[in-house]
């Protein structure tokens, strides 16, 4: 069964601190993406990769980092932590080619206090 | 720029059909749809490609007005399951990136 795990499904850290969410996926997908999901704003692309090694900017990516050494895993990195990163974090992945469907993770929920 | 969904909200009864609306300023080579259940992932349900190629869920219909930049989803004959935030997600150009709407939240009760 096809499978995107997220490293956890909730997380509270405190203003200025490094944050790591890792994402893992078991469908051999080159494309993987993270996403934030705040009420009233949907779904917002923050980076995605296309390749090990590869990161291209999504629509929202100030205040984050990515980073994947191999193609299952992508992580996405908080370099400092701000209030204004509370939300749910949502990680996907997609094969190449004509395969459209994106999987979704089950999110992780990240309170910064 | 996040495509356009209309209505934000809507309330059915069992049975009751319902349209979604998509649009963007830009065009578009491809319309994604996604359902995502209350405290779940969102899952694919379908995608319509400039040219006219579809694929998707065999209860749930969409089309796709290239010239307006539109899309729309139809649920027909709705059942429970059927509730849930519905998105569409835009792609001006090749399959990676997908910018999503705010979502249009769907609530089929008996």
């Known amino acids: 069964d096809v499978k995107v795990t997220q490293s956890s499904r909730y997380l509270v850290k405190r203003t200025g601190e490094k944050v790591f969410l890792e994402c893992v996926q078991d469908m051999d997908h080159e494309n993987m993406f993270w996403y934030r999901q705040d009420p009233g704003l949907g779904l917002r692309l923050i980076y995605f990769?296309?390749?090990?090694?590869?990161?291209e900017k999504g629509d929202i990516p100030e205040g984050y980092s990515v980073s994947r050494e191999k193609k299952e895993r992508f992580s996405l990195i908080l370099e400092s932590a701000s209030t204004n990163q509370t939300s749910m974090y949502l990680c996907?992945?997609?094969?190449?080619?004509?395969?459209?469907?994106?999987?979704f993770g089950p999110g992780t929920r990240l309170t910064v206090t | 720029q996040q495509p356009v969904q209309s209505p934000q909200a809507v309330i059915l009864r069992e049975g009751e059909d319902a349209v979604i609306n998509c649009s963007s300023s830009?065009?578009?080579?491809?319309v994604h749809w996604y359902r995502q259940k209350h405290g779940e992932a969102p899952v694919f349900l379908m995608i319509?490609?400039?040219?006219?190629e579809q694929k998707g869920h065999e209860k749930i219909s969409a089309s796709f007005n290239e010239k307006k930049q539109q899309s729309s989803l139809y649920l027909t004959a709705s059942q429970l399951s059927y509730s849930g935030t519905y998105f569409c997600g835009t792609s001006s150009g090749g399959y990676q990136k997908v910018t999503f709407g705010i979502g249009t939240k769907l609530q089929v009760i008996p």
């Open positions: 830009k065009a578009l080579y491809s």
């Open positions: 996907a992945s997609r094969g190449t080619g004509k395969t459209y469907e994106q999987y």
């Open positions: 990769s296309y390749d090990v090694k590869m990161k």
């Open positions: 319509l490609l400039k040219g006219g």
